[in-house]
Nanobody, 114 residues
Framework: QVQLVESGGGLVQPGDSLRLSCSAT????????MSWVRQAPGKGVEWIST???????TYADSVKGRFTISRDNAKNTLYLEMNDLNSEDTAVYYC????????RGQGTQVTVSA
């Protein structure tokens, strides 16, 4: 059974940094493509970034240069390093297993406010 558990969210001020984590179980993490998506209040789901099984990464223009996706296959954990946060980054952040047996975690709230 695929299970994804996000953590690391919180309330921060504009310009601050946060690192989100996603612990993965129930599948072969190292061979899976993984993504981060987010959903802001009253808006649809926005794709943020993807990392493939070879560690290659892609980013949405809205976060490029500020966010970094990474993975630790030994720990079955996906990360999202977020820098220079602003109010538009306020959202619930989800990690996603891409492809067959796609799954999404329960999310972690990130609030950026002065």
């Amino acid at each position: 059974q695929v299970q994804l558990v996000e953590s690391g969210g919180g309330l921060v001020q504009p310009g601050d940094s946060l690192r989100l984590s996603c612990s993965a179980t129930g599948f072969t993490f190292s061979s899976s493509h993984m993504s981060w998506v987010r959903q802001a209040p009253g808006k649809g789901v926005e794709w943020i970034s993807t990392i493939n099984d070879r560690g290659q990464t892609t980013y949405a223009d809205s976060v490029k240069g500020r966010f970094t996706i990474s993975r630790d296959n030994a720990k079955n954990t996906l990360y999202l390093e977020m820098n220079d946060l602003n109010s538009e980054d306020t959202a619930v952040y989800y990690c996603v297993k891409v492809g067959i047996d796609s799954a999404r975690g329960q999310g972690t709230q990130v609030t950026v406010s002065a």
